[in-house]
Antibody, heavy 122, light 107 residues
């Protein structure tokens, strides 16, 4: 079945780095754009980044631009989020999600992973 | 950044009721709006995209309308499984933003 599975979350000290992965299965990976979305404890959803189907278009939230990098390996059906210079306010559940379309303009996220928790704390 | 304001933030209703949730954008976003349902501890679920297109597999009691700056999500007859938090998202311009959410509770 169509599935996204995140991994790589954990507890990390402020200023350190972490890389999240999102493994896809059950669909043609390179036909879809992919997003990262996060949700801090008890808070609403925050969009983090998006990457087009071929990796040529990437956009970021202001809060992570310059610190986070989204990428994908279409040969491995895997999406990544490299997170550097982590801050306490980056603590959240991180979801990867598939867009309905491949390239901008994007439409919405129809397949979501179960989420992976990132805790930034000393 | 485009701000999305949902109203109400909390809504109490009964099974069988018709409910409407509004999402207002701080500037025009054409029809680049999606609606999601989220239950505690679970990932969001896409209900509506492009303001009014029902996602495959979503019951027809859900509908969306609007364009520009004002949008609505309507549930025509509430079912027990519909009690959840609903959230809108704009995909008109970066950074994409979400509304603050509307928690739909059982009366």
């Amino acid at each position: 079945q169509v599935q996204l599975v995140e991994s790589g979350g954990g507890v990390v000290q402020p200023g350190r780095s972490l890389r999240l992965s999102c493994a896809a299965s059950g669909f043609t990976f390179n036909n879809y754009a992919l997003h990262w979305v996060r949700q801090a404890p008890g808070k609403g959803l925050e969009w983090v980044a998006v990457i087009s189907n071929d990796g040529s278009n990437k956009y970021y939230a202001d809060s992570v631009r310059g610190r986070f990098t989204i990428s994908r390996d279409n040969s491995k059906n895997t999406l990544y989020l490299q997170m550097n210079s982590l801050r306490a306010e980056d603590t959240a559940v991180y979801y990867c999600a598939r867009d309905v379309v491949a390239r901008p303009p994007y439409s919405g996220m129809d397949v979501w992973g179960q989420g992976t928790t990132v805790t930034v704390s000393s | 950044d485009i701000q999305l304001t949902q109203s109400p933030s909390f809504l109490s209703a009964s099974v069988g009721d018709r409910v409407t949730i509004t999402c207002r954008a701080s500037q025009g976003i054409s029809s680049y709006l999606a609606w999601y349902q989220q239950k505690p501890g679970k990932a969001p679920k896409l209900l509506i995209y492009a303001a009014s297109t029902l996602q495959s597999g979503v019951p027809s009691r859900f509908s969306g309308s609007g364009s520009g700056t004002e949008f609505t999500l309507t549930i025509s007859s509430l079912q027990p499984e519909d009690f959840a938090t609903y959230c809108c998202q704009q995909l008109n311009s970066y950074p994409y933003t979400f509304g603050q959410g509307t928690k739909l509770q059982i009366k």
